[in-house]
């Protein structure tokens, strides 16, 4: 199967400490890299992660609190010293566009490439970027301002084809796409060979969702349900439950219960709050209820 892995930079929430970056993720899928929020020092752990800056074809912001998009401009900057060229795509709620332009105008012109903004509405669940091989769609969120998360999904593939059977059959190459598309095959002799012989089932499509900040949302889980892995932002322990909803922000708790009401395979929690000198409690908490948790960190890659 090709990779579809997530990559965290960072996890840490508003308050700047020295264990966390802010929130940035990379979806690496189908060979494309896709970022997901850019909080300052992003570019930093993309070139710590190895990635590589001209490879990262779109962001996609949540919402535009500091610690998930102040790292655009300045990463847009050394877009245009490394000499790219390719178009850089931003999907952010309309709002963006202005400070962006602003920013543009001062800090970034004469780039050789185009930055293409893409206005996105956070209260509908729809599908704003899609190829041959992908499609992301939108997750509403209930944050204190506009807020979407994002859910990734590959597109399903045709069959494998078995090459011991092709040759046994002595199929011609130029067969294939047929035999792919569900044909079956007739010999020399009028034999036909049903598709299922000449096949293997194709791998099943994965999925993954990143819920970024919000208050603990009952029925979340349905537009979840079944993904692969789930990113939900785990700000606080549960005792500090009143807190989160004042701050529209979860507990460890809650995001498990959101993971172990959609059946996902697995959840990784992060947006830690700076209260907490070792994340490992919220870990704890989160596995009480869905024990197959991940405590996100910096560097981490996930396979989705």
């Known amino acids: 199967m090709t990779p579809f892995r997530v990559h965290i930079l960072g996890c840490g929430s508003a308050m700047p400490t020295l264990r966390h970056n802010p929130s940035s993720q990379v979806v690496e899928i189908r060979e494309k890299l896709f970022m997901i929020d850019c909080g300052e ?43 790219r060229t390719a178009p850089f795509h931003i999907y952010a709620t309309p709002e963006f566009k202005r400070v962006l332009d602003v920013q543009m105008q001062i800090f970034c012109q004469n780039l050789e490439f185009d930055v293409v903004f893409h206005p996105v509405d956070t209260t509908k669940r729809q599908i704003i970027y899609e190829d041959r091989s992908i499609a992301v769609k939108t997750i509403p969120l209930r944050h204190r301002i506009p807020c979407c998360g994002y859910l990734f999904s590959e597109k399903p593939t045709l069959p494998h084809i078995r090459r011991d059977m092709i040759d046994f059959y002595k199929i011609p190459l130029s067969q294939i796409n047929n035999i792919k598309n569900g044909t079956d095959w007739t010999d020399e002799d009028g034999n036909r060979i049903p598709n299922a012989r000449l096949t293997r089932p194709s791998d099943k499509p994965r999925s993954y969702a990143y819920c970024s900040d919000t208050i603990y949302m009952p029925d979340l889980y349905k537009t979840v349900r079944g993904v692969n892995t789930l990113y939900h932002e785990s700000t606080y322990l549960s005792k500090e439950e009143k807190m989160a909803a004042l701050y529209y922000h979860s507990t460890a708790a809650q995001a498990a219960k959101v993971a172990n009401e959609a059946e996902v395979s697995q959840l990784i929690i992060g947006h830690f709050s700076a209260r907490y000198e070792d994340a490992t409690v919220l870990l704890d908490e989160a596995k009480k209820t869905f024990e197959h948790t991940i405590l996100a960190k910096e560097g981490l890659i996930v396979d989705v």
């Open 41 to 83: 020092g992003t570019q930093v752990q993309l070139r710590r992660s190895r990635l590589g800056f001209t490879k990262v074809n779109a962001l996609f912001v949540s919402h535009l609190h500091g610690d998930h998009c102040l790292g655009i401009i300045g990463m847009i900057s050394t877009f245009g010293m490394l000499g």
